[in-house]
């Protein structure tokens, strides 16, 4: 199904349809969703709806759901299917009448797509306080809707509830301090606000979302819009017909709290703290809990653990109680709106049920471009620093929060103030902070000594560090206290806006954004002392385990921690702190990151997820070249994607320092300008394009006389640019081995890479697959092939679109003089009788190849006669890959003619999944009695059955059969096939590795097989072997391995794995 879900167009049918699920009560409800997971019920094969999209669904949703699997026809057939089967009867005559009135479709009816209701998805919104305009729409809502009556004591609990809440929310409001200075934009486009009431107020016959997440950067507007529903429903606004009652739970708040109930957490908001519970529990539909800050939850480890909770009363955790809520376990029909930062998704994906994200962009760029003119007062000099901000990509994106905004503008108007000579060229986004809490600090009174200073800033630093290890970004009183912050710093911080109250909970502070938490929690680490935040382990082994979670994770908040503890190496910020701050920075940080880096050569970055670009941009931080320089030259391989300006910048920057750099993945997308100058228009003077110079420091890193491997796949490249590469690759301190060029655009310019191959003797290994060649881009590389300057050994051209016209040329200049003896064509389309081009001209000599694959090139039986001839006539070859075409019992007779002659020089075959049957084995049986050189045989997928095994397993008992691999992967075998394998496993001496994956052999025919293998003349050391049938054995392959046995059991065999592979 699509990400939006199909919602029905509205007609009486379904509203018919609908009274009747309305009709049921919640037992009868519930059953009714039991029956749809019997398939008798769902008559015929009608697909199953999955449990979890129907366990906590209400009738409108649940009518929306079965639109999804079903036409309308099918549903009304479903309905009185289950309907008899719950004894309804006269719902049952009922829904009869209905079926038969004429005109109700038979197939599926029409439907109206409307984005976003039961599938998970994704609206983007600007954090505009947009619930203020629906306010003053409520022409949104249907007027038709009533309220329900309800009891007068109701209806006074009712409002007493919304006048608290009320109160409650203006309160916070009133309580969160802005800057004096900070400006306010209100901007709310006629589009978004369309989206946004495309969520809160579906279609009628739509589903109305039930768990709602708003994601996004720190600041950017998530809480105050969950505010703003509970502030519009408490004033009748929002939702008023909807939702009797809301809940605002804070997370921060509730964080700390002793066990309580569900119900005594709801009493918290309740006027008299008497909640009516039992009124509650009654109309749980009408419930919406508004669960703010997900981010500072702990996720409980033994919650998969623990049975489900559906008891108001029951005492537990808080945070229990909030994940059962999540899960849809406690209050299942009420609805959930969830605030959280981007980072936590991923977790809440793994408790909610459909959830519906919605991701808070913060300001647009119009909005920040907006927000820099009203603050500077100056249009030319706003855009000025606005374009200077858009190319520093990660301060950028932090402005779409607007007090990084503020943060930015006033810490560029005050640099600008002092200095009239101020350069923004030179500034980074840790200069930034640094002038910015500088500049704060040189104003700030408080009444501390300078003796106190130090110590105070260190315990700042380590709150923030602390709070960032554990996702803590609330403190309470006992929290600075710990810390021994003095009232006096605290005040101060608050009243420089560092520090902010919260506005709903009593003595607690947080950071007024989280980047100054980061930024703090970064310093933390460059200044001197040995003790860690978190009370454990010293501050350089803290400091480690940082960076080594930064690099490998995309959690932007621990990439930007990691770029400023770079940043705050460099020389003049580390002074201008210790300055202001009157504290001293560590001067053992340089050497304890030497160390980190010298231990990066132990570990595989590329598989350990490794973040390059990251790590380059946090050097490129610093502009320490003799400090870049002695840290990368640990680096031996890197993998990066050049997709922007400030890929090429940081990459150009850190790649010409990378001295020892052997292997390297580089994908280029970043434009490059085809020519090599610029033209100024106001100096009217041309000069070299600075992404030029860029390009070539990338470039330099190929002849740096270490790199063997590159591998630049999924690049975009000019002419240009392409021929600056290759200038580099042909200097000859240049030692480049392979080379990988996957997926070029355009395809043209690889026309550039026969100056490469043209004289490089030690380029052996290339690959240009997964590129449509074309005549004259193959032409070209095809005859350099020939070319005795050419030593290209190992040469890949799969999925290239090459025609059978392409390939004869191409075999014939390899059979002229060339050193490739590995060639893979898979994925070509050679059918037909061109390909007899294979075999080559009977007196042309013999060819250096040796390995040949040929997997899904759409070869028939014809096409093995000429592959056979050829294989009498090269004595060279010994690997063929013929997976994937389709070649038939009479094909592979036609391959067994030359495969059965003695001198047939053929040692690896892959026949797996080319439709042939055991007939086909038979033919292959015969064969191996006369060949004596076959060693790797894989006839995986193929339906040969028990009787191709029991042919095969005739000439594997001969004591001549050199087979030591043999591939029977998804073959439909049985047990029955196990008493021949066995009889093999017993007697021969060659067989070492068996593939039986993918077919079911019960634990009777394990068994049968274990015999023979606990043997001590059984060879095969490596068996593979479904996983429950492993189990069963597991505990006796123990045994035998623990007595000296290499017999290995693979549940996967991984063909990425060197190890698994048969031999390509």
Known sequence: MSSSANIYVDNGSYNKLLSYLMGLDQPQLEEFKICLQSSQLLLGNFQQIPWANLKAIDPTNLLCLLSEYFSERQIWEVTLSIFDNMNLTSQCTEVRAMMNVPGLPVGPVERASVTGHLQPGYLNIPPSLFVAEIAQTQG????????????????????????????????????????????????????????????????????????????????????????????????????????????????????????????????????????????????????????????????????????????????????????????????????????????????????????????????????????????????????????????NESLFHFCSAPMVCWTVCSCLKRQMARNPHFQLSTQTTTSLYVYFFSSLLATAEVSLSDQSWPDQWRALCSLAAEGMWFWKFTFAKKDLKHRHLEAPVIGSLLRMNILRKVSDCEDCVTFTHQSFQVFLGAMFYVLRGVRGSIGGPPKHQEMRVLLNDALADTNFYWNQMALFFFGLLKRNLAEELEDTLRCKMSHRTTDELLEWADELESYDLVSSCFEFLHFFECLYETREENFVRQILSHLLEADLDIFGSLQLQVSSFCLKHCQRLSKLRLSVSSAIPQTELTFNLETLETRPHYKIRQWQDVCSVFSNGNLTELDFSNSKLNAFSMKKLCYELRNPRCKLQKLTCKSITPVRILKELVLVLYGNHRLTHLNLSSNNLGIPVSTMIFKTLRHSACNIQYLWLESCGLTPLAC????????????????????????????????????????????????????????????????????????????????????????????????????????????????????????????????????????????????????????????????????????????????????????????????????????????????????????GLEKELYNIVKGELEELQERGSFLRVKCKWDFNDLEDKWWW
């Open 140 to 391: 949104s809502q249907d007027p038709s809707q009533e309220e329900p009556e309800v009891p007068e004591e109701e209806k006074d609990h009712r409002r007493r509830y919304r006048e608290r809440m009320k109160a409650k929310i203006l309160t916070m409001w009133d309580n969160i301090p802005w800057p004096e200075d900070h400006i306010y934009l209100r901007n709310v486009t006629e589009k978004e606000h369309e989206g946004l009431k495309s969520l809160l107020y579906p279609n009628r016959t739509g589903a109305q979302p039930q768990t709602i997440v708003l994601e996004g950067l720190a600041g950017v507007g998530k809480t105050t819009l969950a505010m703003k529903v509970v502030l519009h429903w408490a004033e009748g606004f929002l939702f008023h017909q909807r939702f009797s009652y809301v809940f605002f739970i804070s997370c921060h708040k509730v964080r700390d709290m002793k066990d309580t109930t569900l119900a005594g957490l709801l009493s918290w908001d309740w006027p008299d703290s008497q909640a009516p519970i039992e009124a509650l529990m009654s109309r749980p539909e009408s419930l919406l809990f508004v669960i703010d800050g997900f981010e500072e939850m702990d996720v409980p480890s033994t919650l998969d653990e623990t049975p489900p909770c559906k008891d108001w009363y029951q005492q537990l955790p808080v945070n229990r109680i909030l994940f059962y809520l999540l899960k849809k376990e406690l209050v299942p029909l009420a609805t959930l709106l969830i605030t959280t930062k981007e980072y936590r998704t991923n977790d809440l994906k793994k408790l909610l049920l459909n959830p519906w994200f919605v991701q808070i962009v913060g300001f647009t760029e119009g909005d920040r471009e907006e927000y820099f003119i009203r603050y500077f007062g100056d249009q030319n000099k706003a855009k000025k620093i606005l374009h200077w901000v858009r190319k």
């Open 808 to 1023: 004869r040329h191409l075999f014939l200049e390899l059979s002229k003089n060339s050193s490739v003896r590995f060639l893979s064509l898979g994925d070509n389309d050679l059918s037909g009788v061109e390909v007899k081009s294979l075999q080559g001209p009977s007196e042309m000599p013999e060819s250096s190849l040796k390995e040949l694959s040929l997997w899904f090139c759409q070869l028939g039986t014809p096409s093995c006669k000429y592959l056979s001839d050829a294989l009498l006539k090269n004595k060279s070859l010994t690997h063929l890959n013929l997976r994937k075409n389709n070649l038939r019992d009479e094909g592979v007779k036609f391959l067994c003619k030359a495969l059965s002659r003695p001198d047939c020089s053929l040692q690896n075959l892959d026949l797996s999944d080319c439709s042939f049957t055991a007939e086909g084995c038979q033919e292959l049986a015969n064969a191996l009695q006369h060949n004596c050189n076959m060693k790797i045989l894989d006839i995986g997928s193929n339906d040969i059955q028990d009787d191709g095994v029991k042919h095969l397993c005739e000439v594997l008992k001969h004591p001549k059969c050199a087979l030591n691999t043999l591939g029977l992967e998804k073959c439909n075998l049985t047990p029955a096939c196990c008493q021949y394998l066995s009889s093999v496993l017993r007697s021969s001496k060659s067989l070492f590795n068996l593939n039986l994956l993918g077919n079911d052999l019960e634990p009777r025919g394990v068994s049968t097989l274990w015999k023979a293998l606990k043997k001590s003349t059984c060879k095969l050391q490596k068996l």
